[in-house]
C-alpha cells in the first residue's frame, strides 16, 4: 500500500507540471466568470418572473454551467490519463520504475488514484465555487449540492479509468481523444434517449438507456442535475423536463450506482491485466 500512495503521489505532482493543467485553470476561470455574469443578469432582465420560474431558471442554467465544468474535467482527465502510461513506457521513464521490485499493478493503480484525487480535488473546488457564484448572485441554492458534486467526480472517475485502460493499447493523444470522443456520444445518446421517452417511442429511448450502461458517465451526470434542481420544480413545471439536455426528471437508482462501481473495477482490472502484458 506504501508504494500505491508513492506512485499516487508522484503521479499528482506530475499532473501539476503539465501544461494540461494550466489550461484547465484557464478554462475554469473563464467559465466561472461568464457564469457570473449570466446569473447576475437573470435577476436585472427577468424580474417579472414568478418565484418558481426564477428557480427552474437558475436549475437550468446552473446545469448548463455544471455540464461545461464536466467536459474540462472529462478533457482534462482523459488526457492526464493517457501520457500516465503510454507516454511513460514510450519514454522510457516507465523502464526505471519497473526494474525495481515494484509490482505493474501497485504503479497502475498508484497513478489511477492519483488521477481519482486530481478529477474529485478539480470538481470538488470548481464545482463549490460556482455554487457560491449562483448563491451570491440569484439567491437560489440546490436541494443536494454535495450528492451533485460526488457524483461529478465519479463521471470524472469513470472517464479517467476508461482514459488509463485505453493508455495502455495506444497512444496518449489517441488514448485521450478516443475517451473525450466516447463521453459527447454518450451524452448525445443520453439526450436522444430523453427525447424518445418525451415521445412515446421505445427503440430511441433504448438507445439512452443502453449508452448509460456501457458508459455511465452520462448516468452519472444526470443524477447529478437531479440534485442539483428543486424538487418542487418537477411538480410545477413537468412539461419543461420531457426531453430537455439539462433538466432530469427521474434520480438514480441504487442498482445503477452499484453498476457504475462494478463498471470501474472492472475496466480498471483491465487495464491492470493488459499493463501487466504490455512490452516495454
Known sequence: MRIVLTVAGLT???AARRRVLRSLAVLTILLLSLSAWGFS???AEYGGL???ESKLAAALVLNLVMFGLSLIAALGTAFLAGPTVAGESESGIALAVLARPVRRVQVLLGKWLGLVGFGAGFVAVAGAAQLVIVKITTGY???DPVTGLALLAAQAVTLLTLGL???TVISPMASGVVAVGLFGATWIAGVVGGLGKALGNESVER???VSQMLLPTDGL???AMRAFQDPSLLSQFSEAFEGHPFLSSAPLTVVYLL???LWVALVLALAGLAFQRRDQ
Open 12 to 14: 499528482l505532482r506530475e
Open 221 to 223: 451526470w444526470r443524477g
Open 165 to 167: 485502460l485505453l493508455s
Open 207 to 209: 438507445i439512452g438507456t
Open 141 to 143: 441554492w440546490p436541494p
Open 50 to 52: 414568478t418565484s418558481g
Open 41 to 43: 443578469r437573470i435577476n
Open 259 to 261: 453498476w457504475a462501481l
